[in-house]
């Protein structure tokens, strides 16, 4: 039997026998990123010193297999459109959305080539329009056709990643590409293409940081994304008051040049905000839209997809989006 001879003895292994407790007390998040996303704002503010907890990233190219990592468990919370979170609830997969990033929708726009003869979307009608299945640009797509007065048989969808989409915009391959930022500042400002049908006025916007079911219930990953939230809004803050500084550290990740990382972001116009009544509003309308156009096959009511538990931190009046 271990006989403690003194008090002091008695802290010091009272001590000793508390470290692995506090080890295993330490938790790691595993983020879900798409390229140019979260943590290029977060390691350009700053605000990745310090965490009391670790973070190992997950990168994708598209909403679509982020979703898949959601579902899978594979990650606990992730960036992700609004139309995407739908097509993957729909499925069954067991996540909600905990914030809001709001936007300018119109970077989310059906582009042409430069020299197309296309001229509004009405003239899609008979032509080929690459998107992502399920994707935002799935969505715009959609959304513009309906405002044509025209429906997806009057058309051919044809599906394909941001990368083999432009490839087949500019090879004539398709005649349109559905998609959205920093590829559509991409095109136009390199004089390769232009915005045929802008999202403007078709779409809310919105982007969602959402999590896994799992994670919600997990009292300490919970508390850890919510600080997490709280220093992801304040370096989206923080970008837009530094614009040209995060234009260059944006533009070497996503390999853009500096001007075109600056203006597709800054053209965004994002801002975090906790979940409220008119954002549950536009998803639902979003749900009913996806449902009537056959992308989701029963009705969702999207009531119980979101987590009004979190907060992210008010901006003050001197904090402007350009």
Do not use: C
């Amino acid at each position: 039997m271990l006989r403690i001879k003194s008090p002091l003895g008695a802290l010091l292994l009272l001590g000793l026998a508390g470290l692995p407790l506090l080890a295993d007390a330490r938790i790691t998040l595993h983020i879900a990123d798409q390229k140019g996303g979260m943590r290029s704002q977060l390691e350009a503010a700053n605000e990745l010193t310090n965490l009391p907890y670790d973070i190992k990233w997950a990168e994708f190219p598209a909403a679509a297999p982020l979703a898949e990592a959601l579902n899978a468990g594979a990650v606990d919370a992730g960036i992700i459109g609004d139309a995407p979170l739908l097509f993957a609830l729909a499925q069954g997969a067991p996540v909600k959305a905990v914030a809001v990033d709001k936007s300018n929708p119109a970077g989310t726009a059906v582009l042409v080539g430069e020299n197309s003869p296309l001229k509004s979307g009405q003239d899609l009608k008979g032509k080929r329009i690459a998107t992502g299945k399920g994707s935002i640009g799935h969505f715009v797509a959609l959304k513009a056709l309906q405002q044509a007065g025209l429906t997806t048989a009057d058309v051919q969808l044809v599906f394909l990643g941001p990368v083999d989409a432009k490839i087949a915009l500019l090879s004539g391959s398709v005649d349109a590409w559905a998609t959205w930022e920093p590829y559509t500042t991409q095109l136009v400002k390199t004089g390769q293409g232009h915005v045929l049908v802008s999202g403007s006025g078709l779409l809310p916007g919105n982007t969602f940081l959402a999590a896994t079911d799992a994670t919600l219930r997990d009292s300490a990953k919970r508390q850890a994304l919510q600080d997490y939230l709280r220093r992801l809004a304040n370096a989206e803050r923080w970008a837009y008051a530094n614009l040209d500084s995060y234009g260059k550290t944006l533009g070497k990740i996503i390999r853009f040049p500096p001007d075109i990382a600056r203006e597709q972001f800054a053209n965004r116009q994002l801002r975090w905000q906790p979940i409220d009544a008119q954002t549950v509003r536009q998803q639902q309308a979003t749900a009913d839209f996806y449902q009537a156009n056959g992308l989701i096959r029963q009705p969702l009511d999207v009531t119980h997809t979101f987590d009004k538990g979190f907060s992210v931190p008010p901006q003050t009046p001197q904090e402007g989006q350009p």
